[in-house]
């Protein structure tokens, strides 16, 4: 089972971090949000709007990568491996950077919107364990649906006025085929665990917004913070 599987991987990975504590957890009424789709769906565009509306805290595991290949940290440079061939970080490394940061910088935040991740099942079995550890859950994944034809069309366009040099012909193309391979199963796993809110992120971005705000009400009773 992939839940057994990865348990055995969040083990060995752990470290620092300390075993799998097996305890009651208090729980807390933190709100966190996956926002899920294809690279250049608006992923970022629509985190920054609910962190405003709901004051949540930001982690976009692309922002904490590419800041690590920008300083030329040692996992910088493993993860520019990776990235510069449109390829998936390992889910073993990409789990202890997300459970530092959350122990480092979310910690005693109203909550958190997950940006980039997870992008895998196992890494969506490590979120939900990486949660529960902290006495809470994930509550709604937004999916921002797109066209592929759109998709590319944006990410050669920001590739262009952002000089990202993952956002190239060649690579936008294996980008998207890991996308539907490793990536977009995570849809119908959220669907099946009613958390999926799927999205149409075409047309203008405050009205795109405006169908997160209420799809996030209806199905998972998230109102905007006091």
């Known amino acids: ?88 970080i390992p889910d073993d490394l990409m789990i202890r950077i997300l459970d530092d940061t959350l122990e480092r910088e979310a910690k005693g935040k109203a909550g958190v919107v997950f940006d980039g991740f997870p992008r895998t099942i196992p890494q969506a079995e490590a979120l939900k364990e990486l949660l529960r550890k902290r006495g809470t859950d994930l509550h709604a994944v937004v999916g921002l649906e797109v066209p592929e034809d759109e998709l590319v069309q944006r990410m050669i366009q920001r590739g262009k006025d952002t000089g990202r040099a993952d956002d190239n012909p060649d690579t936008i193309k294996n980008r998207l085929k890991v996308y539907h391979d490793q990536t977009h199963p995570l849809r119908e796993y959220y669907n099946k665990e009613n958390k999926y809110i799927a999205i149409n992120g075409t047309g203008i971005v405050d009205e795109i917004f405006n169908e997160i705000a209420r799809g996030l009400e209806d199905k998972a009773g998230i109102k905007p913070r006091p």
């Open 1 to 88: 089972m992939i839940y057994r599987r990865y348990v055995t991987v969040y083990r060995h990975i752990s470290g620092s971090y300390g075993p799998i504590k097996k305890q009651t957890m208090e729980r807390n009424d933190n709100i966190n949000i996956v926002i899920f789709g294809a690279p250049g769906s608006g992923k970022g565009t629509q985190s920054a709007k609910l962190i405003d509306r709901y004051g949540l805290y930001h982690i976009s595991t692309g922002e904490l990568l590419r800041d690590h290949i920008k300083r030329d940290t040692e996992l910088g440079r493993i993860a520019n491996e990776y990235i510069s061939k449109g390829q998936l």
